[in-house]
Each structure stands twice: as structure tokens, then as C-alpha cells.
């Protein structure tokens, strides 16, 4: 066969990626069986018949550096797996990696190096190999920041959230991390009103005036109260617009206000938002095995 006609036969062996295949033909002089058995050792095989899998599972994290920080969303499968101590490892590895080299995209950020030699994306080849699911980095973002300004992190204990901020000025971590915490908890989709997304806005102004035409207000008061309405939804979804977790009695603004700072930037990441899983009935799994 041909090198071209051995890498399709090896492909349709392994449905491992070509470059992979080709790597594992040179390594075994182009004999097949040696190159299938070259990519199931080094987990590349199983990851390649992973690859479309849905990974929605993970954790999020945050790693600082002085005034650079990275925040990131590496999946797994399943979350018995998010707490594996080899998927936790390698987490913290790709993060430290990530702060390090500071990619602009996930193609950019699968082919760093980690200390043990190998890419990301390879790494995480080799554990899906190991493990038996995919594992794969998501999204990150780097952020930077003034010497001058504080950032402001909180990681939840079940590592599924994580809030990373930039405050105006030397503040004290503690006031960094109750905002971040707070926006943990309320899971606001955005940092002020100058941040609100012009889709978003739109699509909630025409809910609400359907919603008041519906009720049958008076159309000379239905401006009014769409108007009321749209506020009040800013208010909810906006960071600083929300009341205060630990203390009902401020806004968010105002508790920055109080402790002579202000917000820049706001990032939350929870684990698989936006993802859609796969709703597994083991009940009905386990009946039909038992028939």
C-alpha cells in the first residue's frame, strides 16, 4: 500500500486524526498493526473514538501571576471524573501553563507544553487513553491588570464556579472575594448596565411588551410599564445592580462604593453552561437490562 492508502486503513482502524496516524506509521516503519498498537498505548486511539463525546462535566479555575490572571474551564465527562486526582493534576498544569504562555485561542493553547514534554492536547489525549473519557480544555481567558488595581477571586468549593474580577485600586481581598462570591451565587449575566449586551436587551423588551399587551394595559400606560419592567430585569441580571447577598440593605455598587472602589471587569465561569447533556434515565436503563 501506499503511505497515503496506509494512513486511510490506519484512520479507519483507530479514527485517530491524521497527523496522529502518520506520527504512528513513521514510529513503526509503516507497519500497520505496530502503528494501531503505537496509538492505543499512548491513548490516542480511545480518545479519537471519545472525541464527540459530551464533555459538560469539569472543573473552573483561576490561577494569578502578579498582575496577570487566567481564568479556565477544562471538561470531563462525568463528574466522578472531575474529582479524579489525575484530571486535577492536569488541570492545575494547564492552567499554570496557560498563565505562562499566554495563548490566544484553544488551538494556540493545545499545543503548549507542559513540563512532562507533552502538548496539551496530547496530555489530555493521553488521560482520556488512561481514564476512558474526554477530556478537553474548553475556554480561558487572560486578563490583565493595572499595578495599581485588585483583582477579586472566589473558587467554589465543588470547583463548578468561578469568579474572577478587577477592582478600581488597592483594595483589601476580602472585599474582592465577597463580591466574586456573591456573583458566584447569583450568577449575574453581566457586570453594569454599560456592559447589558444590545441582543439580550432586545429580546427581554419585546418578552415584556408582549407580556403587558397580553394583560390588556391601557396603551397610553403600557409604555410606562414596559419601561418599569426592563429596569427592574436590568437590575437583576447586572452585577452592581443586585442587592447584596450579605447585606440586603446596600446594593452591590454601594458596597464597592463603601469600600472606595469600583468594578472593571467581571468573568464567571460555571461549569457546562451552554452545554447541552445528555439526560440519562438509569432507572429505565437498569429496567430494560433486567427484561
Given at each position: ?7 486511510k ?17 513513521d ?7 505496530k ?15 471519545k ?28 463528574d ?40 496539551i ?30 483583582f ?21 481581598s476580602?472585599?474582592?472575594k ?34 403587558t399587551?397580553?394583560e ?27 442587592v ?24 464567571r ?23
Amino acid at each position: 500500500m501506499t503511505k497515503t492508502e496506509l494512513i486511510k486503513k490506519l484512520r479507519d482502524m483507530t479514527q485517530a486524526g491524521v497527523m496522529d496516524v502518520k506520527k504512528a506509521l513513521d514510529a513503526c516503519a509503516d507497519d500497520l498493526e505496530k502503528a494501531a498498537e503505537w496509538l492505543r498505548e499512548k491513548g490516542i486511539a480511545k480518545a479519537a473514538k471519545k472525541a464527540s463525546a459530551v464533555a459538560a462535566e469539569g472543573v473552573a479555575a483561576i490561577g494569578i501571576e502578579g498582575d496577570k490572571a487566567v481564568i479556565v474551564e477544562i471538561n470531563s465527562q462525568t463528574d466522578f471524573v472531575a474529582k479524579n486526582e489525575n484530571f486535577l493534576q492536569l488541570a492545575s498544569d494547564i492552567k499554570a501553563a496557560i498563565l505562562v504562555n499566554s495563548p490566544a485561542s484553544i488551538e494556540q493553547c493545545n499545543q503548549i507544553k507542559l513540563l512532562s514534554g507533552n502538548s496539551i492536547e496530547d496530555a489530555c489525549k493521553e488521560l482520556t487513553g488512561k481514564i476512558g473519557e474526554k477530556i478537553a480544555v474548553r475556554r480561558f481567558q487572560i486578563v490583565n491588570k493595572d499595578a495599581n488595581d485588585s483583582f477579586g477571586v472566589y473558587e467554589h468549593s465543588n470547583k463548578k464556579i468561578a469568579v474572577l474580577l478587577v477592582l478600581n485600586g488597592k483594595v483589601d481581598s476580602e472585599v474582592g472575594k465577597n463580591v466574586a462570591m456573591h456573583a458566584a451565587a447569583m450568577g449575574p449575566r453581566f457586570m453594569d448596565r454599560n456592559s447589558v449586551d444590545k441582543a439580550w436587551l432586545e429580546s427581554e423588551s419585546k418578552i415584556l411588551k408582549e407580556q403587558t399587551i397580553a394583560e390588556g394595559k391601557p396603551a397610553d400606560k403600557a409604555e410606562m410599564i414596559v419601561k418599569g419592567r426592563i429596569n427592574k430585569s436590568i437590575a437583576e441580571v447586572c452585577l452592581t445592580e443586585q442587592v447584596y447577598v450579605k447585606d440586603p440593605s446596600m446594593k452591590v455598587s454601594e458596597y464597592l462604593k463603601h469600600n472606595n472602589t469600583s468594578l472593571k471587569q467581571y468573568i464567571r465561569y460555571e461549569v457546562g453552561e451552554g452545554i447541552e447533556k445528555k439526560v440519562e434515565d438509569f432507572a429505565a436503563e437498569v429496567a430494560s437490562q433486567m427484561k
